[in-house]
């Protein structure tokens, strides 16, 4: 039920699918939907789990190999790596055998599962404008309000998994993700907070402790309830704005207790502890220049991120893992400057060149990420298959064009995105591939996509 | 939405393509929930006029000039809406007016409309804004709820906690959005399920942390006694241990302290301090010698010892964040001649081991002599942060003389310190040494790879350490010391700082803290039953909500609290505590409630409002109990009342509020660290000089507030406000560093004065390695003149890059060239290009310096003249700032409108034109004093009524 467009409770006026998409939605078993059916029936509005409806035992990740294809849920990954040399980055010429650039070259072994695509266009190239990469458009002044679109992909599968997408980035502000009521998200940047919130072992009394701590926190929101609407008989029309977004958030704080309440009962499934290390990685990253403590601090983000995704955790994430500034890694390329006077570059060659360098080995990082999405089996496939992920910048040539932008996108083999090498999309908006994906997980486009951006798929990749 | 498509229906309707930056700006006025205006549909014969009289001269003379593809100077009327009470639209319609009023559009070589036609456009205009401001007077819903900082603040007042602990917990809530640069008004303050989460944690946290958080153990003062020193290697018996190489050869001598091992055998000689008087006098200091624990002639090994071990373990174990006090009796000798400093100043610095960041520091100066010794007490509020890995450290230095310094000259190492190694161990050193380097290169020259010159080197080593070795078994065996003073130092003359004890105690926790005193107001004994509960809610209520609160509500509470205290089985203090959470998350709280009368007719302020209004303007926090009791009282209306609590609130220490988060928005100081410097190029700028140039423009806008001195000043002044960090960057005599901040008079060939002189604004506006005189001009269009630079229209080209050195003036010339960016530019680059004699760090200079330019007699002259909007010529920057004295209007009023924005909370535009037309005559009267600037605002019906 959740899937076809016409009946879905959260978009009732959206649009049909394409056929491709409805072809995936049906290969559902009529068994597992009388069983949500009747879940809802009793109260309870949680649809189980995949892995669970399957049969699999949700706790191991071992099992993860024994779904049918049409039930593997369908991920998104977005991500936006900051600064970039795009010039050099971006290969000459196109089509799946395109030659591959040095500051490519870690996706060699990956060449088949990604698309390159460049020229793209953002609405806002500048410092700070990072957010308009998932949400389409400027940055808010003057009261502006965006919604991304993982907080979209998050809304589409509300209740499914324990929590609704991860928000990461590496420093507070700014942030990637604007929710539903258009307002900002604040990321997480620390490891072992994602790890210990997915998996980090309870046991009944801290279970019993936090089922007290919601049954407290209901009822005090049952009293500020309240409060507000005798306070909006007291208002005028024009005063009412900031007390129906309370009341907005009230209502959206209970259902997201409910749903915890719910998961809270299942148990997390049991993974390998990571080593974090004693002093939390997150604070090294950005103090050791030479970028060991950088590497250590994303590896283990990626491996916290492909554990959330593999234990179907959550299914969407939103990932800042670098910004406009960073390590330079001087250990292996010898790049006496730091980052920042790297994209200051004046068009000096040997610049371009360390700031091509430097970025080959955050490259490095994507291709681990995607190898390990590789070697996660899932159905007849693997996790990549099941997951598009996208590699992204809104920082141009120089930091300040929004123009010439490069993106790679990964995965989602299984969910219909035919990879072609290299292809040029010049001056087509970021917001297209967004589509793009939206399609590819099922879901109806919503109103005012990217604000009204998004013109068309990336059809070459469908 | 009233009529977006009102002209363009008219125009043509290809050309509206939805233009999103256009569309944004109409958007947020039908943003009807946020803006908090209601669409104005026009009248009908306001309609008709504008179809017969203004919709077909816009079509004639404006619009093939600003639409979407050619935006002259930004501004677009194609899609200008005739709803005068949504967003801009009517200061947009106000600029037409002023523009044809002055004659100046359409262009003089442009076909000219008749004296009539401009006319009845003109009235048109005039009479719309003039309908509208009546309207707007009747509608102003402004709840909203409290922004970031006031919400840290009023939990502060609330429970009387520490400055420094809100202020460390003030990331844990996302920054707050803007409109017109304040976080103040209601339409960019969302509220949403996680803000709310966060509400209730910190609420949380607050109570049982710092409100409700057990008594403590009573913190045990430890102390040292310096005489009491430690001896480390005394007891080792004479013989010589073999030095083993553990890095690349030149830390074998670099720096002199990893001599170590053998260095404990040898008779030193000259020390660093002396024991006497029953204390240490220490002759030598600066950041190489710790206090506590050192060596002989510096920090480590070599004869020493410690006497710090008790306050090294206390600081080692501490884990809580707070307030640490240190006591030390000591006395000091500023020095004579060319080694004396200004004051005996004791430096703490508190961190996790290995990080340069995040350090907690304390300082104080010792004034006594050193025969007269006192004691000294050191505050310092310390962040333990036990959750970063890495122990604790700390490092306890003064600002005597080197010890060990020593500098390269011409090849050899000449020791410049205090303390000197005799001269035959030196030059063995130094042979040593420039072997190395000697060798080195020449096998670069010869193309050695880098790990064979490595290895290379490396196998020297065992031969360079027996020469070594046997050097310093002479000395040993002659007894000779191996370190002297340096002949060139006067002992006499030195500063001397003298110590006989350090103690630390902490954190000092008051206890039972203020906070709980005043909730649990009848004392910790009485039990905690449901008539002390309601006593207890009786008093806390009116302070949370900030005004009286009626009895049905108490009792409402009250029920609320007895319910929750039975159904969870909770203690009286958690029911209190669940209590006061509910309450720490309700509207009344949260919100600044002004509820306009559902008459829709304007009403005065009620007394407690008013109260709320004047706290949160002038505070950025609650009101006081003064205010409230005014309040209560029914006083506060009263004008004199009103003026006198002004007066009293701007001269209370709370009046950092204002002057903290108006400045710091206005004039962007909070955004200056978005700007990242390079250091390597601009190695004067140090962190110390950055701190002090941040605080600058808070330190200046507090003397003209606190002083009631002209605002004219933000635009050139006669004095600056500065410390003595900055005073010797602008070559400034006359503040001593116990002044901190101070005033001080200047003279023109300084080059200072007003905001455009101060070296934190200025650094700010470059890109860390150049000037950026485009974003200087913005920035004082923006806070200086009024008059916002319209951001660059989106299909603004990116520029080329540019091969040539030119200076950036010549660039900025080059991209004025294509029309379409000079209808923008021409108006605006002026107002940067005049403040090019401020480098990228704000130093004045002569000559073009940066990217390939020294700043010397090859670079070329700065040009910085040019001319202002109206004409007005300027050859310099001394003319610029006459310029802008003498057309200073602009600034009154853009700096009224800007306060006022900060005082009511909401955007002021064209519908506000006469109550601005009405202060700015005020302030003319006054001398532009800042203080009738705020009790004008105060007085204006906009402040006052509802």
């Known amino acids: 039920m959740r899937l076809t467009s016409l009946s879905h409770p959260k978009f009732p006026n959206s649009h049909t699918f394409s056929p491709k998409q409805t072809i995936m939605n049906i290969q559902r078993k009529n068994w597992q939907m009388n069983r949500r059916t009747f879940l809802r029936a009793a109260g309870v509005s949680l649809s189980l789990p995949w892995l669970e409806a399957m049969g699999a035992n949700s706790a191991s990740i071992t099992s993860a190999g024994s779904m049918a294809p049409g039930e593997i849920p369908r991920r998104a990954y977005f991500s936006n790596w900051g600064f970039f040399e795009a010039q050099a980055a971006m290969p000459k010429d196109t089509g799946v055998n395109y030659t591959m650039t040095p500051t490519l070259s870690p996706l060699e072994p990956y060449k088949n599962d990604c698309t390159v695509i460049s020229e793209l266009r953002a609405f806002s190239g500048g410092h700070f404008q990072q957010p308009c990469l998932l949400t389409g458009l400027d940055t808010p002044t003057n009261g502006m309000k965006l919604v991304s679109v993982d907080q979209q992909i998050a809304d589409f599968y509300e209740g499914q998994t324990r929590v609704p997408s991860l928000v990461l980035a590496h420093n507070r502000t700014p942030t990637l993700s604007w929710s539903r009521n258009k307002t900002p998200i604040n990321p997480e940047n620390s490891p072992k907070a994602v790890f210990d919130r997915l998996f980090g072992v309870e046991n009944e009394e801290t279970r019993n402790r936090r089922r007290t701590e919601m049954a407290h926190t209901s009822s005090i929101l049952d009293r500020v309830k309240d409060q507000a609407r005798k306070l909006e008989k007291r208002l005028g029309k024009d005063d009412r704005a900031t007390v129906d977004q309370y009341f907005t958030s009230i209502r959206d704080f209970e259902e997201r207790i409910k749903i915890d309440r719910a998961w809270l009962d299942k148990p997390k499934p049991a993974v390998e502890p990571l080593e974090f290390g004693k002093a939390p990685p997150e604070k090294l990253a950005m103090t050791n220049d030479d970028g060991t403590c950088m590497r250590n601090y994303l590896k283990l983000m990626f491996d916290v991120i492909v554990l959330a995704l593999q234990t179907d955790s959550t299914r969407v994430i939103s990932h800042f893992p670098k910004g406009e500034d960073g390590p330079v890694f001087k250990d292996r390329t010898k790049v006496p400057h730091d980052y920042h006077s790297l994209t200051h570059h004046g068009q000096l060659p040997e610049k371009l060149e360390m700031w091509a360098k430097v970025d080959q080995v955050y490259m490095e990082f994507w291709a681990y990420f995607i190898g390990r999405l590789k070697s996660v089996k899932e159905g007849n496939g693997t996790l990549l298959d099941h997951t598009i992920a996208a590699w992204a910048t809104t920082n141009g040539y120089g930091g300040h064009g929004r123009d010439h932008l490069p993106l790679i996108l990964c995965g989602g083999a299984g969910l219909g995105i035919k990879h072609q090498g290299h292809i040029i999309k010049k001056d087509v908006m970021i917001a297209d591939v967004w589509k793009t994906v939206v399609d590819r997980i099922g879901m109806p486009v919503p109103k005012d996509f990217q604000g009204g951006l998004a013109k068309n798929v990336i059809k070459e990749v469908l | ?946």
Request: charged residues 30%.
């Open chain 2, 1 to 946: 939405m009233a009529s977006a498509d009102g002209i363009s229906r008219r125009i043509t309707r290809n050309r509206l393509l939805i233009h999103l930056f256009s569309l944004i700006s109409v958007a947020i006025a039908s943003l009807g929930a946020f803006s908090a205006l209601e669409a104005a549909p026009l009248s009908r014969e306001s309609q008709r006029q504008f179809d017969e009289k203004v919709a077909p001269f816009l079509e004639t003379h404006c619009v093939k000039c600003h639409n979407d593809e050619k935006t002259r100077a930004g501004f677009r009327i194609d899609n200008l809406g005739t709803d005068f009470l949504a967003g801009k639209t009517a200061d947009n319609w106000q600029e037409i007016y002023d523009n044809i009023g002055l004659g100046k559009m359409p262009p003089k070589k442009e076909a000219q409309p008749t004296e009539s036609e401009a006319r009845a456009v003109m009235d048109w205009i005039d009479q719309e804004i003039r309908d509208a401001t009546r309207v707007a007077r009747n509608m102003s819903g402004r709840t909203r709820r409290l922004n970031r900082t006031e919400y840290f603040n009023t939990l502060r007042d609330l429970f009387d906690l520490d400055e420094n602990y809100v202020r460390s917990l003030e990331d844990e809530l996302p920054p707050d959005g803007k409109v017109d640069g304040f976080d103040r008004v209601g339409a960019s303050l969302y509220i949403d399920q996680s803000q709310l989460a966060k509400y209730l944690e910190l609420a949380e946290r607050v109570l049982s942390q710092k409100v409700f958080a057990p008594q403590p153990k009573a913190s045990v003062p430890v102390k040292d006694i310096a005489r009491d020193m430690r001896w480390g290697r005394e007891s080792q018996d004479g013989k010589l241990t073999k030095l083993t190489v553990t890095g690349p050869f030149g830390e074998l001598f670099f720096p002199p302290n990893s001599w170590n091992r053998t260095l404990a055998m040898l008779p030193t000689g000259a020390r660093i301090y002396e024991l006497k008087n029953g204390g240490i006098e220490y002759l030598a200091g600066g950041p190489d010698s710790t206090i506590g624990s050192h060596g002989d002639w510096s920090y480590s090994g070599a004869g020493g010892g410690s006497w710090m071990d008790h306050v090294g373990n206390f600081f080692f174990r501490a884990t809580q964040e707070g307030r640490y006090r240190m006591k030390f009796r000591a006395g000091a000798f500023a020095g004579k001649g060319k080694y004396a400093v200004e004051n005996v100043k004791l430096l703490f610095q508190f961190g996790k081991g290995g990080e340069q960041v995040n350090l907690d520091r304390g300082s104080v100066i010792v004034d006594a002599p050193l025969d007269q010794p006192k004691d000294f007490v050191m505050e310092v509020y310390l962040h333990p942060r036990p959750e970063v890995s890495g122990t604790n450290t700390i490092r306890l230095t003064w600002n005597g003389v080197r010890a060990g310094a020593q500098e390269i000259i011409r090849g050899a190492t000449v020791q410049t310190g205090l303390i000197q190694r005799v001269p035959e161990l030196n030059r063995l050193e130094s042979d040593l040494v420039l072997e190395h380097y000697r060798i080195a290169s020449e096998e670069k020259k010869k193309g050695t790879p880098q790990d064979k010159i490595n290895e290379l080197l490396k196998s020297r080593f065992a031969e360079v350490n027996e020469k070594h070795d046997k050097a310093v078994q002479e000395y040993i065996e002659a007894k000779k010391p191996a370190f002297v003073y340096n002949p060139d130092y006067d002992l006499e003359s030195l500063p001397r700082l003298w110590l006989e004890s350090w103690e630390v105690e902490g954190p000092i926790v008051e206890w039972p803290p203020k906070g709980r005193t005043k909730l649990l107001f009848a004392g910790e004994d009485r039990p905690i039953d449901a008539g002390y509960i309601r006593e207890i809610f009786a008093r806390f209520l009116p302070r949370a909500y900030r005004r009286a609160v009626e009895p049905e509500a108490l009792n409402d509470w009250l029920e609320w609290v007895l319910k929750a205290q039975k159904d969870y089985s909770l203690s009286g203090v958690d029911a209190v505590k669940e209590g006061i959470k509910a309450v720490l998350c309700s509207p009344a709280f949260l919100m600044i409630q002004e509820p306009t009368s559902l008459m829709n007719k304007p009403q005065q302020f009620a007394e407690y409002e008013l109260a709320s209004r004047l706290s949160y303007f002038l505070w950025s926090t609650m009101p006081d109990e003064d205010l409230l009791k005014l309040a209560g009282e029914n006083k506060l209306h009263d004008p004199r009342t009103l003026e006198s609590q002004v007066r009293r609130m701007i001269a209370d220490p709370k009046a950092t509020g204002l002057i903290t988060d108006f400045t710091g928005q206005w004039l962007q100081i909070r955004d200056f660290g978005k700007t990242m410097t390079d250091r390597n190029q601009y190695k004067t700028y140090t962190e110390e000089l950055r701190k002090s140039s941040w605080q600058e423009p808070y330190e200046f806008f507090k003397e003209i507030l606190c002083k009631d001195l002209s605002i004219v000043n933000f635009l050139d002044s006669d004095f600056l406000v500065i410390d003595k960090q900055l005073a010797n960057y602008y070559g400034i005599n006359g503040v001593k560093e116990v002044d901190g901040f101070k005033k001080v008079a200047i003279r023109p060939e300084h080059h200072r004065g007003g905001v455009l002189g101060m070296a934190g604004v200025l650094t700010y506006l470059t890109d860390g390695f150049r000037t950026l005189p485009v974003r200087r001009a913005a920035y004082v269009k923006d806070t200086l003149w009024n008059e916002p630079a319209k951001p660059p229209p989106p299909n603004a080209g990116d520029l080329p890059a540019v091969k040539a050195n030119l200076t950036v003036r010549q660039r900025l010339e080059a991209h004025r060239d294509s029309a379409s960016c000079a209808s923008c530019h021409a108006h605006l680059d002026p107002f940067g290009i005049a403040l090019e004699n401020y480098d990228a760090i704000g130093a004045w200079r002569e000559r073009q310096t940066g990217e390939g330019f020294r700043g010397d007699d090859k670079s070329p002259p700065l040009e910085v003249g040019g001319v202002l909007p109206d004409g007005r010529e300027f050859k310099n920057l001394a003319e610029y700032k006459q310029a802008l004295l003498e057309e200073k209007d602009h600034f009154i009023r853009g700096f009224t409108k800007k306060m006022l924005t900060y005082a009511l909370c909401r955007p002021v535009g064209a519908t506000d034109r006469e109550m601005v037309d009405g202060i700015v005559k005020k302030l003319a009267r006054d001398d532009y004093r800042m203080q009738s600037l705020v009790q004008a605002i105060i007085a204006t019906e906009a402040f006052q009524m509802k």
